[in-house]
């Protein structure tokens, strides 16, 4: 079952503006991940954050953690049209087991 | 970086024909693949954990004749949907794990476009 919900559903802005999307879940994790998906393409793993920690980057991603609000959240900066795509979030109860999907973003960025 | 190639990409047939998809790990051992289902603008959903050697675990409401699996070896695993229906018709896509170290990412194929007639 998806425990994952994230905020905005859609979000649209304009190329150089930056992005920001929530993930919040219901359960104790071991780990947080996101993925980006290109229409009719599979998942690409952007970042994974681990439950003791607070705040990740990766080049123009910044993910932060507040697990007592068990909420994430994925900023892109200074965004392109290439980013638009769907983020996912997923979560991991233990490390390598099974991930639960959050309902996704569709991010458009309009150049 | 993982590769996970996932092979057809498109299959459009007819109903009543079984579909077999085959997801490999190109360059790492997955002792554990994971297949998924997505349905147009939604999230996906895990429908059953492949285990190299054994049994598949199968989610809740996934039927396990319909959607057999084999993971006969550590860089194969196979989703066959027995007997398609336009019900079927979905985005199907595969992960693995590259095995041996903790809390690593899912690597994903590029899934496969089901369309049954």
């Known amino acids: 079952s998806q425990q994952g919900e994230e905020d905005p559903q859609a979000l649209s802005i304009q190329e150089g503006e930056n992005a920001t999307m929530n993930c919040s879940y219901k359960t104790s994790i071991n780990n947080l991940q996101w993925y980006r998906q290109n229409s009719g393409r599979g998942l690409v793993h952007l970042i994974l954050i681990r439950s003791n920690e607070r705040e990740k980057h990766s080049g123009r991603l910044r993910v932060t953690l507040d697990t007592s609000k068990k909420s994430s959240s994925l900023l892109i900066t200074a965004s392109r049209a290439a980013d638009t795509a769907s983020y996912f979030c997923?979560?991991?109860?233990?490390?390598?087991?099974?991930?639960?999907f959050g309902e996704g973003t569709q991010l458009t960025v309009n150049p | 970086g993982a590769v996970v190639s996932q092979h057809p990409s498109r299959v459009i047939c007819k109903s009543g024909t079984s579909v077999k998809i085959e997801c490999r790990s190109l360059d790492f051992q997955a002792t554990t693949m994971f297949w998924y289902r997505q349905f147009p603008k939604q999230s996906l959903m895990l429908m059953a954990t492949s285990n190299e050697g054994s049994k598949a675990t199968y989610e809740q409401g996934v039927e396990k004749d319909k959607f057999l699996i084999n993971h006969a070896s550590l860089t194969l695993s196979t989703l066959t949907v027995t007997s398609a229906h336009p019900e079927d018709s979905s985005f199907y896509i595969c992960?693995?794990?590259?095995?041996?170290?903790?809390?690593?990412?899912?690597?994903f194929g590029d899934g496969t476009r089901l369309s049954i007639l």
């Open positions: 992960s693995a794990r590259d095995w041996g170290v903790s809390a690593q990412p899912q690597h």
């Open positions: 997923a979560t991991s109860e233990t490390s390598g087991s099974r991930l639960t």
